[in-house]
């Protein structure tokens, strides 16, 4: 794990500022600044944070350039830092072996170099690309595909018919197209409305812990290429993702949604049906969309309707001031009473 500041610096190509000798025993995050280790900075108040503390060596921005600690200059350091934790920590390596207790049907299709751990269960025509990983009593429904080097982690479900791309991250206990929620009310009941579609997941997405993507009523519920999907997400019959749209714990979407690129979404948002999101929009925490909304892209919002960011900061301001506006209120009509009963005593010509 020691490696000098010299070596650290080859594997990002960065500059050394100071000692390049210096040996490093780790790395670490900007919380928790340990003696002897290395971590990143992206602005002038993390470095000065950073520079008190007892951090042997920091990644920095190339307009960083004196300290009395050692310093690497890179272009983008969280880039430089995760980087360093790739080539310090590789991802663990799998043995591209079937389990005996695995059950994978007879019409499945394996590439090469699977790996299929215990108590795995693949259905009938099942297509898994090269180099992917199937994790213990994870349940791969028929007529699936999931494209090379992915990943799918224990206890995940993907239901029949499921299209998933290439280098796709699955974590446990989520779910991939289980039947959206669609009924026809009736005087008598709810009734069922059968949920023929499927889900599309494109190349490079990641989807955290228990979230759930449901099937289509009719066509395909669509992830698109590069999402980064939190955990306990739900989302729901028929949504439309575009790529690289990346969605925080909690949020919940409902159905027939679209939802534009290089969307984020924070925690906890509510999205109601058929709600039309734009391209590079940034949604708050906890923000709640009512249905068929139409909201433009790359615009700040958030607040419960969500409105834009100007606009919302205004009324977030007005109620921090709303029990001194009420006493005002209240001393003023306390003085027109008075100025109304000045007024009746006053004699009529």
């Not at 430089?80 to 299709?109: D, H, M, N, V």
């Not at 018919?161 to 009736?186: K, Q």
Request: hydrophobic fraction near 40%; include cysteine.
């Amino acid at each position: 794990m020691k490696k000098t500041v010299k070596e650290f610096a080859s594997l990002v190509h960065g500059i050394v500022v100071g000692d390049e000798a210096m040996m490093i025993e780790g790395i670490t995050n900007f919380e928790n600044p340990l003696k002897g280790h290395i971590s990143f900075v992206q602005d002038e108040k993390g470095f000065k944070q950073l520079e008190t503390s007892d951090i042997a060596c920091m990644i920095v921005p190339k307009q960083i350039q004196q300290s009395s600690k050692t310093l690497i200059q890179v272009e983008h350091p969280k880039r430089a830092w995760a980087q360093l934790l790739r080539e310090l920590f590789p991802a663990r390596k799998y043995p591209g072996t079937i389990s005996p207790q695995a059950s994978i049907s007879s019409s499945a299709k394996l590439g090469k170099n699977v790996t299929v751990e215990s108590f795995v269960t693949v259905g009938d025509h099942t297509v898994i690309g090269d180099n992917t990983v199937l994790c213990s009593h994870a349940f791969i429904g028929e007529s699936v595909k999931i494209g090379a080097d992915s990943l799918i982690h224990p206890n995940v479900t993907i239901y029949h018919g499921c299209i998933l791309g290439s280098r796709i991250i699955i974590h446990a206990g989520s779910v991939i197209g289980a039947d959206g929620f669609g009924y026809v009310a009736t005087p008598a009941e709810h009734e069922k409305l059968p949920q023929i579609g499927n889900v599309v997941i494109e190349d490079d997405v990641e989807i955290g812990a228990c979230s759930t993507v449901d099937r289509a009523a009719i066509g395909s519920t669509t992830i698109g290429k590069g999402c980064k999907i939190d955990n306990l997400v739900q989302i729901a019959h028929n949504v439309q993702i575009g790529p690289h749209t990346v969605i925080s714990a909690q949020t919940g979407i409902s159905g027939s949604c679209k939802i534009g690129s290089h969307v984020t979404m924070g925690g906890s948002v509510g999205v109601g049906d058929h709600v039309e999101i734009g391209d590079y929009a940034m949604i708050g925490a906890g923000a709640g969309f009512p249905s068929n909304k139409k909201v433009p892209g790359k615009q700040i919002y958030f607040g419960q309707p969500a409105r834009p960011y100007q606009e919302m900061r205004k009324q977030f301001g007005a109620q921090l001031r709303a029990a001194e506006t009420l006493d005002d209120v209240r001393a003023l009509k306390k003085r027109i009473a008075e100025l109304e009963k000045k007024l009746e005593q006053i004699p009529k010509n």
